[in-house]
């Protein structure tokens, strides 16, 4: 099955993005399709508010935490980290760095 096997539908939702990572890894073309859908999709409803720019990578990596790939989720986890610091959201980057406090010791 490859990327012309994607339906050509506009929606992508977390459970089949997390479905197709854990089934066909982050290296797929098909896997690597939908999330640039998901993402695409996703980017197109963030605000003007950076709050919702972080929102939407701690979101990221908890896809990529739930299909089983630690490491991409850390790397989403530390730009939302850096961009609450750009944004002077302290507690919100405290609660970011627990999150990914949890996952290094899960490791």
């Known amino acids: 099955m490859g990327k012309?096997?994607?339906p050509n539908k506009i929606e992508v939702s977390e459970e089949e993005l997390i479905k197709s990572?854990?089934?066909r890894g982050i290296?797929?073309?098909t896997a690597m399709t939908l999330l640039?859908?998901?993402t695409a999709q996703e980017e197109a409803t963030v605000g003007k508010d950076p709050l919702d720019s972080i929102k939407f990578n701690q979101r990221r990596a908890r896809i990529y935490l739930?299909?089983?790939y630690k490491e991409e989720a850390l790397d989403n986890l530390e730009d939302a980290a850096i961009q609450a610091v750009n944004e002077n959201r302290r507690e919100l980057r405290q609660q970011i760095i627990a999150e990914m406090e949890r996952i290094v010791n899960s490791m």
Request: glycine share 6%; proline share 0%.
């Open 4 to 6: 012309e096997d994607i």
């Open 27 to 29: 290296h797929d073309v």
């Open 66 to 68: 739930m299909a089983g």
């Open 36 to 38: 640039d859908r998901w």
């Open 21 to 23: 990572l854990k089934e």
